[in-house]
């Protein structure tokens, strides 16, 4: 894979978070984490850079990262700024990879999809309902939409650079599988839990067993409906279907009857 070029500012809001993330974690009082009630963990306590450093190396099952993302949202919630500060802190190695992804030939966009990132993640981790299951997930793809509504505009607002004066055909979709999943899911092609199971399987790094397990159904069900999804979606940009801008289907069912 190419490395991402990405044009940027020497200070964006990840590397301001990065900074205050270590200001928050280092000696002689970084602020703590009760691993104890987290099944799977440690039973101790540990700094949040010693968290983050757990979670990035070892793969936890669901139950394991729902319920350390459950408490560190409880703590954002009650306990006030310094653990907004280190929640996003555990949380950046996984905001800055979707941010490179989604500015992956958008690096002039690179600071303000970093900003709506983080913008996007702080308000799911504030607002989201914490009892479901795929807690991370539910919030990382909050944070993957904010970025990518960035280059959307980015794309349905400016005009390419080498536009010819004369007529052609139109062309394909283009930008990250994403956002044709938000196009397909948008005009009722397929489900908005259709698109985030395409998305987090396919471009993620869930597994397909453990959502399955989570939504209690068998691995070779969630498979198939996938399939299906991504049958519909791919047959859909055969036909151009998801090149222009789309419409929710009761739109298009009375443009059409018009």
Not at 12 to 18: N, P
Not at 55 to 84: C, I, K
Request: hydrophobic fraction near 45%.
């Amino acid at each position: 894979m190419a490395p991402t070029t990405r044009t940027r500012t020497a200070v964006t809001a990840l590397s301001t978070a990065e900074q205050a993330f270590k200001l928050l974690t280092c000696e002689p009082a970084p602020l703590v984490f009760d691993a104890r009630p987290v099944p799977g963990l440690p039973d101790t306590t540990m700094p949040l850079d010693e968290l983050r450093t757990l979670l990035m190396f070892n793969r936890y099952d669901s139950d394991t990262t729902d319920e350390v993302w459950r408490q560190l949202a409880h703590h954002t919630r009650r306990w006030g700024p310094a653990w907004v500060v280190g929640a996003i802190g555990v949380a950046l190695p996984a905001l800055t990879h979707l941010a490179a992804k989604i500015s992956r030939g958008h690096a002039r966009h690179a600071d303000d999809v970093d900003s709506e990132v983080l913008a996007g993640f702080l308000h799911a981790l504030r607002t989201a309902d914490l009892a479901p299951p795929r807690l991370w997930l539910r919030l990382c793809w909050a944070a993957w939409r904010a970025g990518a509504a960035v280059v959307k505009a980015d794309d349905s607002e400016e005009l390419p650079l080498d536009l010819p004066t004369g007529s052609r055909s139109p062309r394909m979709p283009y930008g990250h599988p994403d956002l044709l999943l938000g196009r397909a899911a948008t005009a009722g092609l397929i489900t908005a839990d259709a698109a985030e199971l395409i998305s987090a399987t396919r471009f993620g790094d869930a597994l397909i067993e453990q959502l399955a397990a989570e939504r209690g159904v068998t691995a070779s069900v969630l498979r198939m409906r996938r399939r299906r999804a991504e049958r519909v979606v791919a047959a859909a940009v055969t036909r151009g279907d998801l090149s222009g801008a789309m419409r929710p289907p009761a739109q298009r069912a009375a443009a059409a009857a018009a």
